[in-house]
């Protein structure tokens, strides 16, 4: 039985199209379907969205990977301070860099909303598509779940009511309240959000690291035990933090100038 090698092209966006070659058995052929509108919006239609410049992008993408240095600890606490410093130095070039530069190049290939749901399903059809799609989303669902509750550990030592009980959960909901309205007012919106919440959160951790630069002592640096290294803990952080680059490619369709932002996003 012969393999017939067949060419097909398939279309991102009006004015781009990515051509694929792939091998099908005679008798086992799937058709290709488009995961985009055939239909060509209207010059008034796209000029009415509002594209996301290249600050907002940037701390999206800082708070899709990790927004803020908060759970680092853990990495201390599992592993010591030598080798959480190891970690965050080496696991960006094992991992960060190149998932990155994986989403600029098939960012920029497919400069629409959907990111690695496109790029799956152009490659092996939308069966596959959707199985990406769902273990994302139930990823993003039990991750997201940790930000509110995580960010109230904080508050509490200066809000002690909201360690327990009744003002806990209050907090907790008008937190997910308040976000979820963010995402629905639009992506411009959370971008901004997003650069003043970066800010709010950073700065507290700047200043702390230039009121404790008299404190240090580089020696309590090189502590390691390796006989007491809790190693799921501490890859588990490395890894919750330094990943999810790939995220930002699902609103490529919404980001000004796709081809030159957010590669230069990424970067930065």
Same mark, same amino acid.
């Given at each position: ?5 067949? $060419? $097909? ?70 592993? #010591?301070?030598?080798?959480?410093? &190891? #970690? ?15 989403? =600029?190049?098939? *960012? ?12 799956? @399903? ?22 997201? =779940?940790? +930000?509110?509750? &995580? ?10 009511? &909201?360690?327990? *009980? ?12 308040? &976000?979820? +309205?963010?995402?629905?007012? *639009?992506?411009?919106?959370? *971008?901004? =959000? =997003? ?5 709010? @959160? ?16 580089? @020696? ?23 990943? +999810? ?24």
């Amino acid at each position: 039985m012969t393999l017939l090698q067949k $060419r $097909r092209i398939i279309t991102v966006n009006p004015s781009a199209s990515i051509e694929m070659s792939h091998h099908n058995n005679n008798n086992n052929e799937v058709p290709y379907t488009s995961v985009v509108d055939d239909e060509t919006p209207s010059p008034k239609a796209t000029d009415k969205i509002r594209k996301v410049s290249m600050l907002p992008l940037i701390f999206l993408i800082f708070y899709e990977v990790s927004g803020g240095p908060f759970g680092v600890e853990d990495s201390v606490n599992a592993a #010591g301070p030598l080798l959480a410093l &190891l #970690g965050f130095i080496i696991f960006p070039f094992v991992w960060s860099i190149p998932e990155a530069l994986i989403t =600029a190049e098939m *960012g920029t290939m497919f400069p629409e909303n959907g990111g690695y749901v496109v790029w799956v @399903s152009s490659a092996l059809g939308p069966f596959w598509g959707f199985q990406q799609g769902w273990m994302k989303w139930l990823s993003g669902v039990i991750d997201n =779940a940790l +930000y509110p509750v &995580l960010f109230l550990d904080y508050l509490k030592s200066g809000i002690p009511a &909201l360690g327990s *009980g009744l003002p806990r959960v209050a907090a907790i909901l008008v937190l997910t309240l308040m &976000l979820t +309205y963010l995402n629905y007012r *639009g992506l411009t919106i959370v *971008g901004w =959000a =997003a650069v003043l919440m970066g800010v709010f @959160s950073i700065l507290p951790f700047a200043v702390m690291g230039l009121i404790s630069i008299p404190q240090l002592e580089p @020696s309590r640096w090189l502590v390691m035990d390796l006989g007491n290294v809790n190693w799921n803990l501490y890859l588990n952080t490395l890894f919750w933090n330094l990943n +999810y680059w790939d995220s930002i490619s699902t609103l490529a369709g919404e980001v000004e100038n796709p081809n030159q932002t957010l590669p230069k996003a990424l970067y930065y």
